[in-house]
C-alpha cells in the first residue's frame, strides 16, 4: 500500500486586466488625469523619448526600449520630450499582492527600466500585448490570466531584485504603513498618527522606511506631498493657499517651506517657470 500527502507552499497572486492602449503622442504631452491611481499601469516606450519620475524622485529621461510602471496609490508624473514625442504601449491591471513581485523586482523603487528591448520579457510582453485586441472564450480569458502571470514569472527571472527581500512580517508592515500613507498624506495626516493607527513605535518605523525606501517616513510624506503640488502648480490655476489645503498642509507658509527646500523654489516662482 502507498500514500503520499504534502502540503503546497504557495502564495495566491490575484490579477484583472483593466485596460490597455498604445499612443504616439504630440510634444511636450502630459497626462492630465489623476496621477495617483488606484491601479497599475505598465508603459513600454516604442518610439521616441520622454521624462519620468514617482513620489518626489529625480525626473529621468526614458526612450524607445525603456519600461516604466504607474504603481498603484503612488504620484507619478511623465511628459514626452519635445523634439521627439515617445509613443508607448500601456496595459492596466489591479491586484491586491503584486507589491510582493515588485519589491522582488528591478522596478523597485524607481519604478523605470532601461533598455529592456531585447529581453525575453519585452518579447513577451509584446505577444501578450497583441492577444488582448482578441474577444476571448471564456477558456482563452483563463489562459491570458496564465499568460499574465508567466510573463511576471519571466519578468522576475531576467530583472530580480539586487538582494533578495524577504516576505516577511516587516516587509507587509512597511507597505501597510506606505499604502497608508499614500491613501491620507492629503488630509494632513502625521507620522504619529500613521504609528497609532497601525500601534507601530516611530523608530521601529522610521527602521522599515529605511531599510525598503532609503527614507526615513517623513521624507517620504514630504515627497508624496511636493510631487502633487508640482502637478497642481503646472495643471491648475488654484491659489497657493488652496494647493497646500489639496496636499495635506495646514498653511500656505508651511507648505511654501517645505517646497522651497525641496525644489529650490516658492510655489509661485514654480508655478511661473512652466508658464513663461
Not at 484583472?16 to 488625469?33: D, P
Not at 530583472?159 to 516587516?170: F, I, L
Not at 503646472?234 to 517651506?257: H, L, M, N, R, W
Amino acid at each position: 500500500m502507498y500514500s503520499e500527502y504534502s502540503t503546497v507552499n504557495s502564495e495566491h497572486f490575484d490579477f484583472k486586466i483593466l485596460f490597455f492602449g498604445r499612443e504616439q503622442t504630440k510634444a511636450n504631452y502630459a497626462f492630465s488625469g489623476n496621477n495617483t491611481r488606484d491601479q497599475y499601469v505598465l508603459h513600454l516606450v516604442l518610439k521616441g523619448s520622454g521624462v519620468f519620475t514617482s513620489a518626489g524622485k529625480k525626473f529621468t529621461k526614458l526612450k524607445a526600449g525603456d519600461l516604466f510602471l504607474l504603481p498603484r496609490s503612488v504620484p507619478c508624473f511623465y511628459q514626452a520630450d519635445a523634439t521627439d514625442p515617445w509613443e508607448y504601449l500601456w496595459i492596466g491591471f489591479s491586484s491586491t499582492n503584486f507589491e510582493n513581485i515588485l519589491v522582488n523586482s528591478k522596478l523597485y523603487p524607481d519604478f523605470y527600466l532601461k533598455n529592456i528591448e531585447n529581453s525575453k520579457f519585452s518579447q513577451e510582453l509584446l505577444a501578450f500585448y497583441d492577444r488582448l485586441h482578441q474577444m476571448p472564450t471564456l477558456p482563452e480569458q483563463l489562459q491570458l490570466q496564465s499568460d499574465f502571470l508567466a510573463l511576471l514569472s519571466t519578468f522576475l527571472k531576467e530583472y530580480p531584485a539586487n538582494k533578495a527581500v524577504s516576505q516577511s512580517t516587516a516587509s507587509r508592515t512597511f507597505f501597510q504603513a506606505k499604502e497608508c500613507l499614500e491613501k491620507t498624506y492629503t488630509t494632513g495626516i502625521n507620522i504619529s498618527a500613521i504609528c497609532a493607527q497601525l500601534h507601530l513605535s516611530r523608530s521601529h518605523l522610521y527602521t522599515l522606511f529605511k531599510r525598503y525606501l532609503s527614507q526615513t517616513p517623513q521624507q517620504y510624506l514630504t515627497d508624496l506631498r511636493i510631487t502633487h503640488a508640482k502637478k497642481l502648480l503646472i495643471e491648475s490655476t488654484d491659489p497657493i493657499d488652496s494647493i497646500s489645503s489639496q496636499v495635506g498642509y495646514k498653511d500656505a507658509f508651511t507648505f511654501s517651506k517645505a517646497f522651497k527646500r525641496k525644489t529650490a523654489y516658492s510655489p509661485l516662482a514654480y508655478r511661473k517657470s512652466y508658464h513663461k
